[in-house]
């Protein structure tokens, strides 16, 4: 319902004739663009946007050709190990936010699996198995860089629907208990819940819930949300988390928010598809 609103609309006319915007990864400098790919695409996602659309299939294509090796991401190449790995992994999960069909992202999120799989292989997680493991996947040095720590955006994302039940159960109560939460995402342990509600801390926090949903073992997991969503509901069925979470990402959904019932439905509309997700249906929309 917000794919012909003025957001998305702004985003489109953005895109280059590649099927990117600016720099790829968020937290490079932009360039002659005031948003890079990566934020475009989540946003997109976002306001409803499916590999079906016109902007995503030349996204798609675009990664595509990055996989491949034909063409490169424009970003400046970033002081640390294993880059060309790194920035495949990014490209790799966002073809996989929105196709399963591309055999290169695929075999991303294999290797990756396989890494993870060994770290947990005792029930709970072991780091140094994940560091030898990765060593033996990928080839290269896995001490020091970005892959200390797999708690991060990507990796979480890279591996829905590839890890068995015991692995997968074993990583969601890693994750939820993980002192620095999902970087790129939430910062804190995930199993503490935020201490205001209508804050800008919790839509980043709904932001890891709606990451980890994605997982098949989530609802038994995460039930403890369910009921603080629900205490959190007001007597009409509704939520609202306030102004201070217009952060030009998660909100706003609608054109305008100089309503505050339009503010109302946007935060409504996210969480019950949050619970839905969960297999937790609202019953007073």
């Avoid at 490169?72 to 992994?89: G, S, V």
């Avoid at 205490?231 to 054109?255: C, H, I, R």
């Amino acid at each position: 319902m917000h794919k012909n609103g003025k957001w998305a609309t702004r985003l489109i006319e953005l895109q280059d004739s590649e099927g990117k915007w600016g720099w790829f990864h968020s937290l490079s400098q932009f360039y002659d663009s005031p948003i890079t790919t990566e934020q475009a695409l989540r946003r997109l996602q976002i306001l409803g946007y499916t590999a079906e659309d016109d902007c995503i299939q030349k996204a798609l294509s675009y990664m595509d050709d990055c996989l491949k090796k034909e063409k490169e991401i424009p970003d400046r190449r970033e002081k640390l190990h294993n880059w060309d790995l790194f920035t495949e992994m990014i490209v790799a999960t966002w073809v996989r936010r929105f196709t399963l069909d591309n055999p290169l992202a695929n075999r991303a999120a294999e290797q990756w699996t396989d890494v993870i799989t060994a770290a947990f292989s005792t029930g709970s997680y072991q780091h140094e198995t994940y560091l030898d493991t990765y060593e033996k996947v990928f080839g290269l040095p896995a001490r020091g860089g970005r892959f200390v720590d797999f708690a991060g955006f990507y990796r979480v994302s890279l591996l829905k629907d590839c890890l068995d039940k015991q692995t997968e159960k074993a990583m969601l109560d890693y994750l939820l208990n993980h002192e620095s939460g999902i970087y790129y995402i939430y910062g804190s342990k995930l199993a503490r819940l935020p201490e205001t509600f209508a804050s800008k801390n919790t839509s980043a926090y709904l932001g890891a819930m709606e990451l980890l949903a994605d997982y098949t073992h989530a609802r038994e997991k995460l039930q403890f949300v369910k009921d603080w969503l629900l205490a959190n509901q007001d007597e009409n069925g509704n939520w609202d988390m306030g102004k201070t979470v217009n952060d030009k990402l998660y909100f706003p959904l609608s054109d305008d928010w100089r309503k505050a019932s339009t503010r109302e439905a946007d935060c409504t509309e996210r969480i019950t598809k949050l619970l839905e997700k969960l297999q937790f249906p609202n019953t007073k929309i």
